[in-house]
């Protein structure tokens, strides 16, 4: 017979094994991102790239950097695009994690709630009419997309509640939102009077990170930031609806309060990440689940976790379309699921235990 | 803690399921509450529980009104086991148990909740299944392991739903065997749905027979098990002279109920075809 104090240190003995996934997947990141800030269409090397970074964040040190275009290229270019991978990976997958723990549904995705929908017509919009009528500065793609965004997350909050907040009553209104946005998005394509702009929508939709500055990291990274340390407090609120609403109550979890703060939180992320990049998919449903199958389920290590692979995918990704096909590059949302998904398929066949039931 | 349930009376979309009910629950006491299906008894404990709400509060806790009470402030005191629990996603037996103590834990898991999760499982005797997943375990075993996490809640009341429904008759008298423990030495009130009107009888202090959503009959068991009783609610004729360690046994004298053994032999016209070897 198991004694207590086994008992005990079994469980401590697991938390320190989750910490050292963390860590490790931690550190894999940063090799990786120092890895895609040296190499490409022009391969400054990796002393030149860290003497670059360091010149710029200790101006006081009086490191003078290896020479102006080193300087333009790793500090205005590929840093930017590197850690804008990293901000939408981390944040793309929290969100997806999350909101597959509220619904209890491991295919919770922003394309199954309406959301990547919502911003491809609301970008798509904004493309075609600000094409047409006059350039309203620069943001004028990127908030339409947000609005809608929010737009969908509105909408499917209001038709749940008639239903009592269920989670399949999100999941349908949902599907039902997501349609009706590509309907509509389908429908401005269709009547777009200008080719540029059709073909504009187009590139949008595939997503990308080529459009990364630190101007639109300085938007982008307080709101995901915040958005997720909150998830992080709803980590206990998420373990415990995955036993059901009303086991839920009775142990102490306002479940419908719950589900409405997380949609809100999950939108708001999801949002202010693909306003910028364009829709990124599959990052936000697939690393959680690959998480899940490094660390289990408890949303303390889950939500980290997977941010830190949705972060590795979509930096891997992107750094391996740039270089695959040099001078040109390969849409990272492209290069995200031809990648990720056979080595998705791998873990599903080899892995004894499911990540979900 | 004393709980007194009065004029507690609850609709689903019009439809009335339980209709003023009224009983006490004693510190240490074990109260089963039997009746056929849909008579209300799940509706009774849920309601209790404030998983559902009916429209006049009802509940008093040592003289509080529980609808006073906030859904954590209550889940310190009540611990709910639901008929038949699944996740959604794969834990732990440890994580299950684990998440008892929410009412008590902030972000992280102290030393104390882990303290109490290892002497829950040790005290049920599951301490060597903690690392198990709990989808992967049987269905006596998943019931241990809900019971555990509604003691981590350190309620001063337990409320059950059918907690024997699907197991075998040994962890069905390993289950109540615990709950009349946990009542008699342990101090709790215990309130348990049953179907097995034998089980009821052996192991309660007190029963309460519902019907239709009232209560018909309410008191020790050789008061509440009686023929007269059974044939009212159930609709059924039973012989309770039997009797064990000094509890009514119920033994059913229906024999042909409905009449199916001739009926069923005009359901199937065709013959099967003839199988060659």
Not at chain 1, 179 to 204: C, D, G, H, K, T
Not at chain 1, 282 to 294: G, K, N, T, Y
Request: some cysteine; glycine content about 8%.
């Amino acid at each position: 017979m198991t004694t207590t104090a086994e008992l005990k240190k079994l469980y401590s003995k697991g938390k320190k094994k989750k910490i050292l996934v963390i860590i490790s997947l931690f550190l894999a990141l940063m090799a990786t991102a120092l890895f895609s800030l040296s190499f490409g269409a022009s391969s400054p090397g990796i002393t030149e790239a860290l003497s670059v970074i360091v010149s710029k964040t200790f101006p006081f040190l009086n490191i003078t950097p290896p020479s102006a275009l080193a300087e333009t290229i790793i500090w205005t270019i590929r840093l930017p695009r590197i850690v804008m991978a990293i901000i939408a990976g981390a944040g793309l997958a929290a969100a997806g994690a999350t909101m597959q723990g509220i619904l209890r549904n491991p295919l919770v995705s922003s394309y199954v709630l309406g959301i990547s929908s919502a911003a491809g017509f609301g970008a798509a919009l904004a493309i075609v009419f600000g094409i047409s009528i006059a350039t309203l500065g620069g943001y004028l793609v990127i908030g339409n997309a947000f609005v809608f965004c929010l737009l969908a997350m509105v909408i499917v909050y209001f038709v749940a509640r008639i239903r009592g907040m269920g989670s399949e009553s999100v999941i349908l209104a949902g599907v039902a939102v997501g349609f009706l946005f590509s309907a509509l998005l389908s429908l401005v394509q269709y009547i777009s009077p200008e080719r540029n702009a059709v073909q504009a929508i187009v590139f949008w939709l595939m997503g990308g990170l080529y459009t990364s500055s630190w101007q639109n990291i300085l938007i982008c990274l307080p709101i995901v930031a915040v958005t997720v340390i909150l998830m992080m407090f709803q980590a206990w609120n998420i373990n415990i609806l995955s036993m059901g609403e009303e086991v839920a109550v009775s142990l102490g979890v306002n479940s419908k309060r719950v589900l409405s703060f997380n949609m809100v939180l999950e939108t708001i992320a999801t949002a202010s990440i693909i306003a910028f990049t364009g829709i990124i998919g599959f990052v936000d449903l697939i690393a959680p689940h690959i998480a899940r199958m490094l660390i289990g389920n408890d949303y303390r290590y889950l939500i980290p976790c997977s941010m830190l692979l949705g972060a590795f995918m979509l930096l891997a990704a992107d750094t391996v379309g740039r270089l695959i096909i040099m001078p040109t590059e390969l849409p990272v949302g492209i290069v995200t699921a031809l990648l990720g998904v056979p080595f998705f398929i791998y873990l599903l066949i080899s892995k004894r235990r499911r990540s979900f039931n | 803690m004393k709980m007194s349930i009065s004029n507690l009376s609850f609709n689903y979309a019009g439809v009335p399921i339980l209709n003023n009910v009224e009983f006490n629950v004693g510190l240490g006491e074990l109260v089963t509450i039997v009746g056929p299906n849909g008579s209300g008894k799940s509706t009774l404990l849920k309601c209790i529980n404030r998983i559902l709400k009916p429209k006049q509060n009802s509940v008093l806790i040592n003289g509080v009104d529980s609808g006073k009470l906030s859904v954590k402030e209550l889940s310190m005191i009540m611990g709910y086991v639901p008929q038949t629990s699944v996740s959604a996603f794969p834990f732990t037996v440890f994580d299950v148990v684990m998440m008892g103590r929410k009412p008590y834990i902030h972000w992280s898991v102290g030393e104390r909740d882990s303290e109490i999760v290892a002497l829950m499982l040790d005290f049920l005797g599951i301490g060597h299944l903690a690392l198990r997943h709990f989808s992967e375990l049987s269905g006596g075993e998943q019931q241990k392991v809900i019971i555990a996490r509604a003691l981590a809640q350190q309620p001063e009341i337990l409320l059950l739903d059918e907690p024997t429904s699907s197991l075998d008759i040994r962890h069905q008298l390993e289950i109540l065997c615990i709950l009349r423990g946990l009542a008699q030495s342990g101090g709790r009130s215990v309130v348990v749905t049953l179907h097995d009107l034998n089980l009821a009888s052996r192991f309660s202090d007190r029963m309460i027979m519902l019907k239709k959503g009232y209560v018909f009959a309410m008191g020790r068991p050789e008061e509440v098990i009686t023929s007269q009783n059974i044939k009212t609610v159930y609709g059924i004729c039973a012989d309770v002279s039997a009797s064990v360690m000094g509890r009514p046994v119920v033994t059913p004298l229906v024999d042909d109920f409905g009449d199916f053994t001739s009926r069923a032999s005009v359901l199937f016209e065709t013959k099967p075809p003839e199988l060659k070897p």
